[in-house]
């Protein structure tokens, strides 16, 4: 990957996009870098409309800095692909936790949801 990242392994892919763990050369920081293949994109609408609203909504939290999202650092853009790159938040997402537990005809156990609840509701703190 260039824009002064290196690429450490896969997270995850999609159906237009896949995320790789980086490394930023200079700071050393561990991101995670989306990234959408503008190709991919254009032969199909509705994943060139996902890849605009996903992105939109991303760039509409990146002000709020919340604690418990994967907040985007910056957006590197070449006539082939767009590169979200974000904060690496390790241990896996919601969603995927979600899914694994529906496969398995089981819920969040109490404990666990009243654990996250209060993360997903939280607001960051304004400063100042």
């Known amino acids: 990957m260039q824009h ?18 980086a490394r930023h050369h200079s700071s ?3 991101v995670a870098v989306k990234t959408y293949v503008t190709a991919k994109c254009q032969r199909a609408p509705h994943l060139a409309s996902q890849m605009k609203l996903e992105l939109g909504v991303l760039k509409m939290l990146q002000p709020t800095r919340h604690v418990n999202i994967a907040n ?10 767009t590169h979200a790159i974000l904060q690496y938040c ?3 997402s919601l969603h995927r936790r979600l899914q694994s537990n529906m496969l398995h005809r089981v819920g969040l156990g109490d404990l666990e949801a009243a654990a996250i609840s209060p993360q997903i509701c939280a607001e960051r703190k304004r400063l100042g």
């Open 4 to 21: 002064g990242y290196c690429t450490l392994g896969p997270i995850a892919a999609g159906a237009f996009s896949q995320v790789n763990r």
């Open 28 to 30: 050393q920081e561990e």
């Open 72 to 81: 985007l650092l910056e957006l590197c853009e070449t006539p082939q692909m």
């Open 90 to 92: 390790s241990g896996g």
